[in-house]
């Protein structure tokens, strides 16, 4: 609740004031051409240029916050406006920033959220470890309330615990651990937008959310650097037995996807560059240990950079455990399945990290019951458009929600003769041609054949006779098909979905009958750190790893912040 960067930036605007202050009140005195008196105007001058550029770098109007926190008048506070439509959205990722950062003055809009900062989630590795302090990873939300250089978006920290698409109209709670008179109340709106992410997906495995820890938060963070460090304290103490040692410096990270490989990762630096220096005798009893259940690591990038990454791993003595699962985590260890030889074994374990996918949260989970077209397991259902489905007025984007693919065998027959142009009964290179050229934009899976359609058509034509018959055409439509995923739960896709809704709903105020386009998303590539000079990344057809790819990871990153701080 106490954010520290905004504290210390109040103070320093205070100090400012306090200078620029000084300084006017000498102009008051007789100008004096003492050499010490041009240097102290020149100081201050110095100062006031400076801290207005990096204030402006930074996007922080500082006079504002100062009126936020210690004014009473209200007329320095953003007010609602009844004559607009309202736009309600519920979390403060990146899907919701990047809305933010596009979206008009056209609407009313209020962002609730029970986190009043924005989390740079990439950088969050190395916050465990203290390779990035956690002020240089989070960004004040009320930073993003501004248009026209108004802080007119409204800001409330609370936890949005039910929405009722029926009456539009939300539930809110303050779940702070300081409470006021006032810790609950309702809002209503035109519109909502909920981007309130996703939770760990433990699978029902015992012991998870009790014994482990996730990575998801900056309190989750700051809690594994203390238990880390507290691990090698304990170690330390006179006469502790060696397999103890052994167990207590044993470091388990389950899930082997970009968050548990970077992980890893930044805990061996973190090991060898740094705890090194002061445990040197506790060295040869730690070790880290990464389960995967999959075949390999990073199983959603290229072979050849999964096994790139695997090799690094193995030189700097990380132990990578693949084709096993989880069967439960316990006090002290860590019980795992080999899934081929069915074989289970224990690892005693002093700090385990929980990375293995998301899942939905209680309030999206309550959302999908009350509409009976949502039946998806993991988020909610929507449409091309980012609107969920079985409502006319929710729009949800992030982890929290999945687009509804459209099925090409679902259209099979009409497809079939609305292409048989000359109703012959078969279709035709050149109808499947002008049917792949129709429908490659609506339908994503026939984008991966794009330079491969008269192939694709070769290779269901499975009697050569240079024509698809029905059943071959729909062998055809299943294949395309199962190319079909759902968009991975990253920072990419969230923040383009948060600048799509912000242009529809910018396009809707100035042109109300213009049809919205559908969402595309696109792909710009893949990165993860793997340790010490090392990346790897997978952007188009190109793969790469080393020292040149850790060099464009950091640049990417760098990027991509928000602030000059960061």
Known sequence: RNDEIWMYRRGFAR???????????????????????????????????GAAAVLAATQIDWETKIAFAASDDESNKPQLDKKKERIVILGSGWGAVSLLKEIGDEYEVIVVSPRNYFLFTPLLTGVTVGTNDERSVIEPIRTFCKRSGKNDIIFYEAKCTSIDPETHKIVCEDVSPLKGSVDRFELTYDYLVVAVGAMNNTFGTPGVEKYAHFLKSIEDAV??????????????????????????????????????????????????????????????????????????????????ISEFTEK??????????????????????????????????????????????????????????????????????????????????????GDCSSIEMPMLRNRLVELFWKYDTNDDGVISKQEFQSMFEDLSDKYPQLQVYQRKAENLFGDFDSDGDG????????????????????????AQVASQQ?????????????????????????????????????????IGNIKSGGFWTWWMYGAVYLSKQFSLRN
């Open 467 to 490: 024509v698809l018959t029905l059943s071959e055409f729909e062998a055809l439509l299943s294949k395309a098909d199962s190319t079909l995923t759902t968009l991975p739960a990253t």
């Open 223 to 304: 809690s594994i650097r203390s238990r880390l460090m507290d691990a090698f304290e304990s170690a330390n103490y006179p006469e502790v037995p060696d397999e103890e040692k052994r167990r207590l410096l044993r470091f388990v990270v389950v899930g082997g996807g970009p968050t548990g490989v970077e992980y890893a990762a930044e805990l061996h630096d973190f090991l060898s560059e740094d705890v090194e220096r002061f445990f040197p005798h506790l060295m040869p009893y730690a070790s880290i240990v990464l389960i995967q259940s999959g075949d390999h690591i990073l199983n959603t990038f290229d072979a050849k």
């Open 312 to 397: 690094k791993f193995s030189r700097d003595g990380i132990t990578v455990l693949t084709n096993m699962r989880v069967k439960e985590v316990k006090e002290k260890e860590v019980v795992v399945l080999d899934a081929k030889t069915k074989k289970i074994s224990t690892l005693p374990y002093a700090v385990c990290v929980w990375n293995t996918g998301i899942t939905q949260t209680p309030l999206v989970q309550s959302l999908t019951q009350q509409i009976p077209v949502q039946n998806h397991q993991r988020a909610l259902l929507t449409d091309s458009r980012l609107l969920v489905k079985g409502t006319r007025n929710i729009y949800a984007i």
């Open 498 to 538: 948060g600048k799509y809704i912000a242009h529809v709903f910018n396009d809707r105020a100035k042109q109300p009958e213009k049809v919205v386009n559908e969402f595309h998303y696109r792909h710009a590539g893949t990165l993860a750190k793997i340790g010490g000079t090392d990346a790897v990344a997978e």
């Open 15 to 49: 100090a400012l004031r306090a200078a620029l202050n000084r300084q006017r009140s000498r102009g008051h005195q007789r100008f004096s051409t003492d050499a010490k008196e041009a240097k102290s105007k020149l100081f201050y001058a110095g100062l006031a240029f």
